[in-house]
């Protein structure tokens, strides 16, 4: 079975730029998540989709927006980049369970940097 | 709201030596743990996960067990390796599926 793939997997933009990342899920799995991942704040969570919804959300300004396809492929936008928006943006899938927590399997990430 | 709070780093052992790195968490309700591991370069891997209380999960020899009362979830192996040297990860799912929170995770470095 594939695993999670993330495209680009570099990406270098101008401040005031837009971006837009790419995730496909494992297949089979309905949930997405996005992760941003810094030396300073560590791994923090930007939102989640499921069916084509956004379940839940983090803590992050605007800029940050996400969708999820009918095929679970999901993506990611930052407008208006800022120096501060370089990280590894991690994205995982995972199987919703009825109850509890599930673990869930990451891609290998974009490196996004803002110059 | 959840957090993770995990021992901090870098940590650097030699090989064959008794590794902990330990880990506690606040929630509500009864989460879910796990602990990933990040090698140079890559995303995070699912290394272990203990779903309710007093389970142990284990992999590749390492283990770490579900504590409710003391609400930690400390990882040990035995004998590390060169190649276990990564950062680790603790982290926590509540029901909300699909929204972990994690550690600031730990760097560990084994040296031959």
């Known amino acids: 079975k594939a695993g999670v793939t993330q495209t680009p997997r570099y990406l270098i933009k101008t401040r005031g730029q837009q971006v837009t990342l790419s995730c496909s899920p494992i297949?089979?799995?309905?949930?997405v998540s996005w992760y941003q991942q810094t030396p300073g704040q560590g791994l923090q969570f930007l939102f989640e989709?499921?069916?084509?919804?956004?379940?839940n959300k983090g803590n992050f300004p605007g800029r940050f927006s996400g969708r999820q396809f009918s095929n679970s492929r999901s993506e990611m936008n930052v407008s208006t980049l800022e120096l501060g928006d370089s990280a590894l943006y991690l994205c995982?899938?995972?199987?919703?369970?009825?109850?509890?927590?599930?673990?869930?399997?990451f891609g290998p990430g974009t490196r996004l940097t803002v110059t | 709201g959840d957090s993770v709070t995990q021992m901090e780093g870098p940590v650097t052992l030699s090989e064959e030596a008794f590794l902990t790195i330990n880990c506690t968490y606040t929630?509500?309700?009864?989460?879910?743990l796990f602990w990933y591991v990040q090698y140079p370069g890559e995303g995070l891997q699912l290394l272990l996960k203990?779903?309710?209380?007093?389970d142990k999960g284990s992999n590749k020899g390492f283990e770490a067990t579900y504590r409710k009362e003391t609400t930690s979830f400390h990882l040990e192996k035995g004998s590390v390796q060169v190649s276990d040297s990564a950062v680790y990860f603790c982290?926590?799912?509540?029901?909300?599926?699909?929204?972990?929170?994690f550690g600031d995770g730990t760097t560990l470095t084994v040296k031959p």
């Open positions: 297949s089979g799995h309905r949930s």
């Open positions: 203990a779903t309710k209380a007093d």
């Open positions: 929630a509500t309700g009864y989460p879910s």
């Open positions: 995982a899938s995972s199987l919703p369970l009825t109850s509890g927590g599930d673990e869930q399997y």
């Open positions: 982290a926590l799912s509540s029901t909300n599926a699909g929204k972990s929170t």
């Open positions: 989709y499921f069916s084509e919804t956004q379940r």
